[in-house]
T-cell receptor
């Protein structure tokens, strides 16, 4: 089955700086890669996703890149704000959604 | 995006009792729903796939007699934790894809915090 690894597990940045979270996956058949933001005590919220026919996708301050050859994808958040502080999960999907271990992002004001 | 609700948001029960958690897709129909369990500071672990009109599919290591799943309609799936024990205390989250494939966009409910005394 699919195995998704996510790094780093914790990330601390200064407000206004950029944050990058990286994930690798094992199943070359996976073709859908969503990113979720989870705030304390809440369910995951979809923030952006990318499919294998696209190399990059951007939505305001958030962007995701995908390298299918290397089997890795990344989340980029620019101009970080304190409200971006949360746990972020990447996931890969072939038949089922498999989650990475999560990254706790802390944005210091 | 699509909206998925869960009820209750938190429940405290005594050991040995059963607890039912409801998951509803509010603005779309879901032939498939997923149930996850999440321990503190850990990732989401898929427990089972709920299929409307047929039996649920459980992941390896998940006791189907312990975690009963019923997908009664195209908008409702329920998870019943039977004879709950303290080790069942966890955060339970459901999700529903807009479509039936793993590659369809999945929306998550807000989660249910179960505490078993």
């Amino acid at each position: 089955g699919e195995n998704v690894e996510q790094h780093p597990s914790t990330l601390s940045v200064q407000e206004g700086d950029s944050a990058v979270i990286k994930c690798t996956y094992s199943d070359s058949a996976s073709n859908y890669f969503p990113w979720y933001k989870q705030e304390l005590g809440k369910g995951p919220q979809l923030i952006i996703d990318i499919r294998s026919n696209v190399g990059e996708k951007k939505d305001q301050r958030i962007a995701v890149t995908l390298n299918k050859t290397a089997k890795h994808f990344s989340l980029h958040i620019t101009e970080t704000q304190p409200e971006d502080s949360a746990v972020y999960f990447c996931a890969g999907a072939g038949n089922m959604l498999t989650f990475g271990g999560g990254t706790r992002l802390m944005v210091k004001p | 995006g699509a909206v998925v609700s869960q009820h209750p948001s938190r429940v405290i029960c005594k050991s040995g009792t059963s607890v039912k958690i409801e998951c509803r897709s509010l603005d779309f129909q879901a032939t498939t729903m997923f149930w996850y369990r999440q321990f503190p500071k850990q990732s989401l672990m898929l427990m089972a796939t709920s299929n409307e009109g047929s039996k649920a599919t459980y992941e390896q290591g998940v006791e189907k007699d312990k975690f009963l799943i019923n997908h009664a309609s195209l908008t409702l799936s329920t998870l019943t934790v039977t004879s709950a024990h303290p080790e069942d205390s966890s955060f339970y989250i459901c999700s529903a894809p807009v479509g039936a494939r793993g590659t369809d966009t999945q929306y998550f409910g807000p989660g249910t915090r179960l505490t078993v005394l």
